[in-house]
């Protein structure tokens, strides 16, 4: 057979109990055993919300107290016997010693329940007073640059996902002895948080930017956790960084390689004047004192390594002179290739 909840015993009452015990009692178990003071009693939390819904209705109470056999005890005129008062299960069999002592166990059990009970009515407001301060997660997240964002500095605008209080539970994971239905019993949610964060000049790849107090949120009084952003620097074909030093691809057309000359390298911060010698060759190296990213008292170097590359457009005067210059040319480039 199945054994049917007692939800007099579980609310530590009697049939013989009225409304307003039913509800002291319930509130006091409720803060005695509620999730937030007892994570591993949630199961007895959930028998006694149970248990007061069921006996709080009056209709449900009366259904509950017919299927079960559960009836009030005659009143007396004694308080002796007003004391001794306990609830009986219905039967057409004569009532034996035994069942008496079964009963007076119940009674016993109940008295010990209660007593237990009352001396812990305070238990949650001693809790609450205990509870320490704990302070927020640090949120970490990566977060991606231009090379000008480095030379120059940036504010960039991020979203962060942040965990929250529940807005409608508040924290305390039940509603009415049920999980709130927005958290899903887990007291936080998560939302997103748009936060503008200034990029520093000449930050490094892989640096780690500290936004204070921008991390999850603290309890009980508890600081905020801190919002840490690692840097990325966003890859160039043409200019990347060697610590702080900038190291510079530069195409150059085929006259300036063979005439030499100075050009002008643009950067973010303006040009910068290179000479180059006559007849420079391709992947040649040129190295700028002090035109790198700072670092306090450390500067670095722009280090340039040339290419020789043909536009993409030529006129036709252009290719006609090409012509002139291969019948001209007497040396051939590619005659000593095999011999290293």
């Excluded at 009056?58 to 002796?80: M, V």
């Excluded at 999980?179 to 892989?206: A, F, L, Q, R, Y």
Aim: charged share 30%.
């Amino acid at each position: 057979m199945i054994k049917r909840k007692n939800y007099y015993e579980i609310l530590g009452v009697t049939p013989d109990s009225d409304e307003a015990e039913i509800k002291a009692s319930y509130r006091r178990l409720a803060r005695k055993y509620h999730p937030d003071i007892n994570p591993e009693k949630e199961e007895l939390f959930k028998n006694i919300t149970e248990a007061y819904e069921i006996l709080s209705n009056k209709t449900k109470r009366s259904q509950y107290d017919t299927l079960n056999g559960f009836f009030k005890s005659e009143k007396t005129n004694t308080s002796s016997k007003k004391a001794e008062q306990e609830y009986r299960f219905s039967s057409s069999e004569p009532v034996n010693d035994s069942k008496s002592d079964k009963s007076e166990k119940s009674k016993t059990k109940f008295s010990y329940f209660w007593s237990d009970f009352g001396r812990s009515s305070n238990s949650f407001e001693k809790k609450k007073e205990k509870l320490s301060p704990v302070n927020g997660d640090d949120i970490f997240s990566d977060i991606s640059i231009s090379l000008k964002d480095v030379s120059q500095g940036a504010k960039r605008t991020i979203n962060i996902m942040h965990t929250i209080q529940c807005p409608l539970c508040k924290g305390r994971k039940f509603i009415n002895g049920a999980k709130c239905s927005v958290c899903n019993g887990k007291g936080d949610v998560s939302e997103h948080k748009k936060i503008t964060v200034k990029i520093p000049k000449n930050v490094k790849n892989g640096a780690k930017l500290r936004i204070a107090g921008e991390g999850n949120p603290g309890k009980n009084g508890g600081k905020n956790g801190d919002l840490f952003l690692k840097i990325k620097i966003e890859g160039s074909s043409k200019i990347k960084y060697d610590g702080l030093n900038i190291c510079y691809n530069l195409p150059i057309a085929p006259f300036e390689a063979v005439l030499g000359g100075e050009i002008l390298i643009p950067t973010f911060e303006g040009n910068v004047k290179l000479k180059l010698p006559k007849q420079t060759s391709s992947g040649q190296k040129f190295r700028l004192s002090g035109q790198g990213l700072v670092d306090g008292n450390k500067v670095g170097d722009m280090i340039i390594t040339v290419h020789i590359e043909i536009p993409c457009s030529l006129s036709d005067d252009e290719i006609r002179l090409y012509e002139k210059l291969k019948k001209l040319s007497l040396q051939n480039i590619r005659e000593n290739l095999l011999n290293g």
